[in-house]
Structure formats: C-alpha cells, structure tokens
C-alpha cells in the first residue's frame, strides 16, 4: 500500500495528500496539525490512554467539529 502524506499534516495516517487539517489543542500553548484520519487516530489512543489515567490529567477529547480549520 502506497503512503499518502498531507504535509499539513502532523500524523502519518494521512489518507489524502490534501485533505482538510484541523488544530488540535496539547496543552501548554502548543498544537497538532491533523487531517481526518489522523485526528481520529490520535482520539482513540486518547481515549485508551484515559483509562489508565487519573481523572485531572486525562486528556481532552473534542470533537473534529469544534476545532479550527488550519489555514496554511
């Protein structure tokens, strides 16, 4: 299988060279640049991650929606 990369993108489960990318907040002022598919990737190791973690440093999990569209 050939690897897609959105060089926009943060990720490396890019499934379009040049799909949307949104800003993913990490806490302290810095962000991630994700497309879909790497959003998606990042919440789910999230949310497993979450529960192994105390609840005042679990981490956020927004909803693509509600980020802000990255304007390159």
Not at 23 to 33: A, D, I
Not at 34 to 54: D, I, V
């Amino acid at each position: 299988m050939k690897t897609v990369i959105n060089y926009n993108c943060d990720g490396d489960h890019c499934r379009e060279a040049n799909g949307e990318v949104r800003v993913l907040p990490t806490g302290g002022g810095s962000n991630l640049l994700l497309c879909l598919a790497c959003f998606t990737h990042e919440l789910e190791f999230r949310k497993e991650r979450n529960r192994e973690l105390e609840t005042g440093n679990r981490f956020d999990l927004p909803l693509w929606h509600d980020l802000k569209v990255y304007k390159s």
